[in-house]
């Protein structure tokens, strides 16, 4: 896992992925494996199925509960996320990822190996295989890897929403800011994460764009500088704030934080990074990349007093 914390650190646009896949069997008894994939950043480690414990009145997806030496964590299975329609074979495997302050197993049959990969490898998915669950697909020479969702399968799964909106209350007792003036550009893959984080701001009153990768989202920086350029205005009459994921296909946020900083007009634009991945060693890597500052999902009220803040 070093190599990986490299690729957090450095913005080079590169990733790591663990390929796992779920076995299902065809009338003929034909074993067809799906491949999926996840970035090695959120797999905490990769065991055999051990003994569970069911939980009465729970989510069908989850299968039980297991110990994790000193945790006890929720186990989910993935066949029936996806809703696998043939018979599914046995899972053997377990893959712990540990995400948004969180640890949850997920059942598997069988996993493959590790990918380093450019983020230009990993295209958004194409109309044909278009799930909701689904961010990414990588194309290997003999079969695609699909790049999952895990931040909308664990949301929808829990009892509580992963992603605490802003309320009402929050918003009356927030200061007294004519948020309208200012306009920020959100860039997410993740419609589900996006949308949230967009309701959120719009709700607190903010101009918010969006991108759904940091490819759409440096094209989007890079039309209002020339924009501004032909105005001879300063970048502040376009956008006021940049909040960018980490993990997205065709450019990742800290590659994207790392353009903007090298940009002699741009690197004045804050960037606040919203992102799973948000540990304390993490957030002090990206703050040397130039991020204002870090907001660990799903802590939406505290993105928007950290906005505030840069507009004052």
Not at 190 to 214: H, K, M, P, W
Not at 217 to 240: I, P, S, V
């Amino acid at each position: 896992m070093a190599d990986n914390r490299i690729l957090l650190e450095s913005g080079t646009n590169e990733l790591e992925i663990v390929e796992f896949m779920l076995n299902e069997q065809n009338g003929r008894g034909e074993t067809i494996p799906s491949h999926f994939g996840v970035n090695v950043a959120k797999v905490r480690e990769i065991i055999r199925k051990p003994q569970m414990w069911k939980v009465p009145n729970t989510h069908p997806a989850v299968a039980g509960m297991m110990k994790l030496r000193d945790k006890v964590i929720t186990v989910v299975d993935l066949a029936t996320v996806l809703g696998k329609s043939m018979e599914t074979l046995p899972a053997e495997r377990v893959v712990v990822l540990e995400f948004n302050r969180m640890v949850v197993g997920i059942l598997v049959n069988d996993v493959s190996r590790i990918y380093r990969i450019s983020w230009e490898q990993v295209e958004p998915p194409v109309r044909a295989i278009e799930s909701a669950y689904v961010t990414g697909v990588v194309k290997m020479e003999d079969r695609i890897i699909l790049i999952l969702d895990f931040e909308k399968i664990i949301g929808e799964i829990c009892s509580d929403n992963i992603l605490h909106a802003l309320d009402e209350r929050q918003l009356l007792e927030a200061p007294a800011l004519d948020r309208s003036r200012h306009r920020i550009l959100v860039a997410d893959d993740s419609a589900f994460i996006r949308g949230s984080i967009c309701s959120t701001l719009r709700g607190a009153g903010y101009v918010v764009e969006e991108a759904e990768n940091g490819e759409e989202a440096w094209q989007m920086l890079t039309a209002k500088l020339d924009r501004c350029r032909a105005a001879g205005t300063g970048l502040r009459h376009e956008l006021d704030l940049l909040i960018t994921d980490v993990e997205m296909p065709k450019m990742d946020g800290l590659h994207l934080t790392t353009l903007v900083k090298k940009d002699d007009t741009l690197k004045e634009l804050p960037i606040l990074i919203f992102s799973s991945l948000a540990t304390d060693d993490n957030r002090r890597k990206w703050k040397d990349l130039g991020a204002l500052d870090i907001v660990t999902k799903p802590d939406l009220p505290n993105l928007v007093k950290i906005a505030d803040s840069v507009m004052n």
